[in-house]
């Protein structure tokens, strides 16, 4: 038979490094298609994402026109409402030139910002306000026509040695924009267009960039010197014809991206060569190298490493082989260690130890099932023929005017039908009214008897044993006042505490002897006592302990306490996640 490791390493081989050889053969052979389409994408999301940084930056430039169409002074000045100079003076210095000199700061990119009244000639020699007739060397006719008051102009020019220059266009209006006051001229340094440039080149520091006009004409360009005149033509008719964003040029050689600057009117192009891409394969396939020499070296190791830990799963299975109801109680000895295969040790003897636990726990939970029922059935006598006769005396006493003697027998009715019930489980609520109907007939003989409820309503609907509160008040009334003179007091209370449902009946009665509560917590706690002897219905509250241990775990418990002369109190402490194993044992 092969052995655990000799399996372990077949399965190395043929799971691990065959399939790795065949995959890296078969990723060799894709390689090439798969990293064009790889740096295509990337230069893309590339290229666009720098797009959208531009095209913001020109929208933050462009909401700057809102400060000055909504600069009162300013709409005022061009609407030549100032007729004396000092009020003009005054509103300049104070609300004019600081919005000047704030959207400059505020935005870095603007290089200068300068109004033209359409009809003022004051203040044209204060370098935020210029001659209108001077923008008819910048702007045509077209131009100025296309100026609308939710839309401004872009203007472009590629003159300058440091690169294009932007200038923004927008009408100012008076208030009700019904009457052109004059044109805002934004001008934009050159760094607005060489920061994206820039930022293409950061990643391919070789790349040509190029910007083209909407009939594929290139109107500026960075590094086209690399390209050859037939190489750009062939990317002109390549936009011209509405090519993918991203596509192959020159028979492939060329790696080209583009997006549309709509703002700018332009289509901005980046051109990569295939070979650096290759340049950077072939690095990989050395690291791919290096990764297979490197997976060899390790395979040494790692036989070693299987055969360390094959000996203690080897070790365990044969503890496995020897578990059987009688070896239950004999946990694995070996180490177990601090890695997975020792928490599997560690849970393994917590599970062989609970199995003998449950093991136990279901033989006495049977044992006290069989008592039980044998209580029950010892009460089963002719229950319809009981219900019947007492719903006979009920109205047999109402109609004579007895009430008290008609509640006793609805109460009793009730009693009746809940003890011979032969539902397995019942809920809080339907326990708490089975002891109002107990109390109820006590209170007939014992005419000072009060009792209180303090009931929380959210664990009325927590499911339980059957009699487990009863026989707590039973004991309230049997041995704690029986034989009291004067008031008598029960009061049970239903509290949640830290996962925990206290139940407490307790009553002023004459409490317990310290000799006999002791022997009471020792039968309570399942160890030998003197007998305690209880009447009723015959369940004492050692099966109810048991019982509550058996379906809410044995995290739960019973407790009395009490004062001799003064009063005496019983408690459950029901775990709120019930034990789903417990409770099932506990219905059978």
Same mark, same amino acid.
């Given at each position: 038979?092969?052995r655990?490791?000799?399996?372990?390493?077949?399965?190395?081989?043929?799971?691990?490094v065959?399939?790795?050889?065949?995959?890296a053969i078969?990723?060799?052979?894709?390689?090439?298609?798969?990293?064009m389409t790889?740096?295509?994408?990337?230069?893309?999301?590339?290229?666009?994402?720098?797009?959208?940084?531009?095209?913001?930056?020109?929208?933050?430039?462009e909401?700057?026109?809102?400060i000055?169409?909504?600069?009162?002074?300013?709409?005022?000045?061009l609407?030549g409402d100032?007729?004396?100079?000092?009020?003009l003076?005054?509103?300049?210095?104070?609300?004019?030139? &600081?919005?000047?000199?704030?959207?400059?700061?505020?935005?870095?990119?603007?290089?200068?910002?300068?109004?033209?009244p359409?009809?003022g000639?004051?203040?044209?020699?204060?370098?935020?306000?210029?001659?209108?007739?001077?923008?008819?060397?910048m702007?045509?006719a077209?131009?100025?026509?296309?100026l609308r008051p939710?839309k401004?102009?872009?203007?472009?020019?590629?003159?300058?040695a440091?690169?294009?220059?932007?200038?923004?266009?927008?009408?100012?209006?008076?208030?009700?924009?019904?009457s052109?006051?004059?044109?805002l001229?934004?001008?934009?340094k050159p760094?607005?267009?060489?920061?994206?440039?820039q930022?293409l080149?950061a990643?391919?520091?070789?790349?040509?960039?190029?910007l083209?006009?909407?009939?594929?004409?290139?109107?500026?360009?960075?590094?086209d010197t690399?390209?050859?005149?037939?190489?750009?033509?062939?990317?002109?008719a390549a936009?011209r014809?509405?090519e993918?964003?991203?596509?192959?040029?020159?028979?492939?050689?060329?790696l080209?991206?583009?997006?549309?600057?709509a703002?700018?009117?332009?289509t901005?192009?980046?051109?990569?060569?295939?070979?650096?891409?290759?340049?950077?394969?072939?690095t990989?396939?050395w690291?791919?190298?290096a990764?297979?020499?490197?997976?060899?070296?390790l395979?040494?190791f790692y036989?070693?490493?299987i055969?360390?830990l094959?000996?203690?799963?080897?070790?365990?299975?044969?503890?496995?082989?020897?578990?059987?109801?009688?070896?239950?109680?004999? &946990?694995?000895?070996?180490?177990?260690g601090?890695?997975?295969?020792g928490f599997?040790?560690?849970?393994y003897?917590?599970?062989?130890g609970?199995?003998?636990?449950?093991v136990?726990?279901?033989?006495?939970?049977?044992?006290?099932?069989?008592?039980?029922?044998?209580?029950?059935?010892?009460?089963q006598?002719q229950?319809?023929?009981?219900?019947?006769t007492?719903?006979?005396?009920?109205?047999?006493?109402?109609s004579?005017?007895?009430?008290?003697?008609?509640e006793?027998?609805?109460?009793l009715?009730?009693l009746?039908r809940?003890s011979?019930s032969?539902?397995?489980?019942?809920?809080?609520?339907?326990?708490?009214?089975?002891v109002?109907?107990?109390?109820?007939?006590?209170q007939?003989?014992?005419r000072d008897?009060?009792?209180?409820?303090?009931?929380?309503?959210r664990?009325?609907?927590?499911?339980? &044993?059957?009699?487990?509160?009863q026989?707590?008040?039973?004991?309230?009334?049997?041995?704690?006042l029986s034989?009291?003179?004067?008031?008598?007091?029960i009061?049970v209370?239903l509290?949640?505490?830290?996962?925990?449902?206290?139940?407490?009946?307790c009553?002023?009665g004459?409490?317990?002897g310290?000799?006999?509560?002791e022997?009471?917590?020792k039968?309570?706690?399942?160890? &030998?006592a003197?007998?305690f002897?209880h009447?009723?219905?015959g369940?004492?509250?050692?099966?109810v302990a048991e019982?509550v241990?058996a379906y809410?775990?044995?995290?739960?418990?019973?407790?009395?306490?009490?004062?001799?002369?003064e009063w005496?109190?019983?408690?459950?402490?029901?775990m709120?996640?019930e034990?789903?194993?417990?409770?099932?044992?506990?219905?059978?």
């Amino acid at each position: 038979m092969m052995r655990i490791s000799t399996k372990m390493i077949i399965g190395y081989l043929f799971l691990v490094v065959l399939p790795f050889l065949v995959f890296a053969i078969f990723i060799y052979n894709q390689l090439h298609e798969r990293l064009m389409t790889q740096y295509q994408m990337t230069n893309q999301q590339n290229i666009e994402q720098q797009a959208a940084n531009l095209d913001a930056d020109m929208a933050k430039i462009e909401s700057l026109y809102s400060i000055y169409q909504n600069n009162t002074a300013l709409i005022d000045f061009l609407r030549g409402d100032y007729t004396d100079d000092r009020e003009l003076i005054y509103s300049f210095l104070k609300e004019i030139s &600081p919005a000047f000199s704030f959207a400059s700061l505020g935005e870095p990119m603007v290089k200068q910002i300068i109004a033209y009244p359409k009809t003022g000639k004051l203040l044209l020699s204060v370098p935020e306000f210029g001659d209108y007739s001077e923008l008819g060397d910048m702007l045509s006719a077209e131009d100025m026509a296309s100026l609308r008051p939710a839309k401004g102009l872009w203007k472009k020019s590629f003159e300058s040695a440091s690169g294009p220059v932007l200038t923004y266009y927008h009408k100012l209006y008076n208030d009700t924009y019904t009457s052109e006051l004059g044109i805002l001229r934004i001008l934009v340094k050159p760094a607005l267009i060489g920061e994206f440039i820039q930022a293409l080149s950061a990643m391919h520091p070789n790349n040509a960039i190029l910007l083209t006009g909407s009939d594929g004409e290139i109107v500026y360009a960075v590094r086209d010197t690399q390209l050859s005149p037939v190489q750009l033509a062939n990317i002109q008719a390549a936009i011209r014809r509405g090519e993918d964003k991203s596509f192959l040029a020159d028979r492939g050689k060329l790696l080209v991206n583009t997006v549309r600057a709509a703002r700018l009117g332009l289509t901005l192009v980046e051109v990569n060569r295939q070979d650096t891409l290759f340049q950077t394969m072939w690095t990989k396939l050395w690291w791919a190298g290096a990764g297979a020499a490197l997976l060899i070296i390790l395979s040494v190791f790692y036989y070693v490493l299987i055969s360390s830990l094959t000996k203690r799963i080897l070790l365990l299975s044969r503890h496995m082989r020897k578990v059987s109801q009688d070896f239950l109680g004999n &946990p694995y000895t070996g180490k177990p260690g601090k890695d997975e295969i020792g928490f599997l040790i560690s849970n393994y003897n917590a599970m062989i130890g609970r199995i003998d636990e449950l093991v136990n726990r279901v033989q006495k939970v049977e044992l006290l099932k069989k008592e039980a029922d044998f209580k029950m059935l010892q009460a089963q006598i002719q229950p319809h023929f009981l219900y019947n006769t007492l719903e006979t005396m009920r109205m047999l006493a109402r109609s004579n005017h007895d009430h008290k003697v008609a509640e006793m027998a609805f109460s009793l009715g009730n009693l009746l039908r809940y003890s011979l019930s032969k539902t397995a489980d019942t809920t809080l609520k339907e326990e708490v009214e089975h002891v109002r109907s107990y109390i109820a007939i006590h209170q007939i003989r014992m005419r000072d008897l009060k009792v209180e409820f303090e009931l929380d309503e959210r664990l009325l609907s927590l499911r339980c &044993p059957r009699f487990i509160l009863q026989p707590l008040v039973e004991n309230a009334l049997l041995h704690g006042l029986s034989g009291k003179k004067g008031g008598k007091q029960i009061a049970v209370r239903l509290t949640q505490d830290q996962g925990f449902a206290l139940i407490e009946v307790c009553d002023n009665g004459k409490g317990i002897g310290q000799d006999k509560i002791e022997r009471l917590r020792k039968k309570i706690n399942g160890e &030998p006592a003197a007998a305690f002897i209880h009447q009723g219905t015959g369940i004492g509250l050692n099966n109810v302990a048991e019982r509550v241990k058996a379906y809410f775990g044995q995290e739960s418990a019973m407790s009395i306490e009490s004062k001799t002369g003064e009063w005496t109190r019983c408690s459950l402490k029901l775990m709120l996640e019930e034990d789903s194993h417990a409770q099932a044992d506990d219905c059978g």
